[in-house]
């Protein structure tokens, strides 16, 4: 009698640690989501700030497609929210952790942190100029004609520098996962090489 009590609190325990693993999943799962969902909205807003950024005045006018800089900027916010959208509902949806699952969100998180960091890093420059100049490339400050056009500038690019802090972290995160849960794939196929070497002397 007391050997099957035993064995019952046995199942009990190996039970409730099963549903607290799954409750934790669900949670870490659930903050993972916001936080992919959340440089989503820092996207869409740079991107419309830049959209939005055309100034005309006695000495002529000014917009964000005169400068390819600023282009870039919008086109790389425009592929990083669609992305953030994308990698949210994978996230939401609960699928057994795959290593080819694991190494594409790591790939692409990595690249999209990249891109968005150079969207920042060029539009910094073009800004930079407009506040001060350059007379070595016969630039002059554009910023005491065109004020609104240079704060709208400047608040997209530091709305832009969020969104790579977001990827930054993300990409953090997404490697963790990836080194922590699966061998590197050098490790794996030394371990298959091994058996298979084993088996054949056998």
């Known amino acids: 009698m007391a050997e099957k009590k035993q064995k019952g609190n046995v199942v009990v325990s190996e039970r409730a640690a099963v549903n607290d693993e799954s409750g934790r999943t669900t949670s870490m799962r659930t903050a993972e989501?916001?936080?992919?969902?959340?440089?989503?909205?820092?996207?869409?807003?740079?991107?419309?700030?830049?959209?939005?950024?055309?100034?005309?005045?006695?000495?002529?006018?000014?917009?964000?497609?005169?400068?390819?800089?600023?282009?870039?900027?919008v086109h790389a916010n425009g592929i990083c929210a669609g992305y953030s959208l994308l990698s949210a509902v994978f996230t939401a949806v609960p699928r057994p952790p795959t290593i080819s699952r694991a190494w594409t969100f790591f790939l692409l998180d990595q690249v999209l942190t990249y891109v968005i960091l150079a969207a920042g890093a060029v539009s910094t420059e073009v800004v930079y100029l407009a506040y001060k100049g350059d007379t070595a490339i016969t630039w002059s400050a554009a910023c005491g004609t065109f004020g609104a056009f240079c704060h709208k500038a400047t608040t997209s690019v530091i709305l832009t520098f969020g969104v790579m802090l977001?990827?930054?972290?993300?990409?953090?995160?997404?490697?963790?996962?990836?080194?922590?849960?699966?061998?590197?794939?050098?490790?794996?196929?030394?371990?298959?090489?091994?058996?298979?070497?084993?088996?054949?002397?056998?």
Request: hydrophobic share 45%; net charge neutral; glycine share 4%.
């Open 33 to 73: 989501t916001l936080f992919r969902l959340f440089p989503m909205g820092l996207c869409v807003t740079a991107l419309i700030v830049m959209l939005k950024n055309t100034e005309t005045n006695d000495y002529g006018s000014l917009s964000y497609t005169d400068l390819g800089a600023f282009k870039y900027l």
């Open 166 to 202: 977001c990827y930054a972290a993300l990409s953090l995160i997404s490697s963790y996962r990836l080194f922590s849960r699966f061998d590197p794939p050098s490790a794996t196929h030394d371990a298959n090489k091994a058996a298979e070497m084993a088996a054949f002397h056998a």
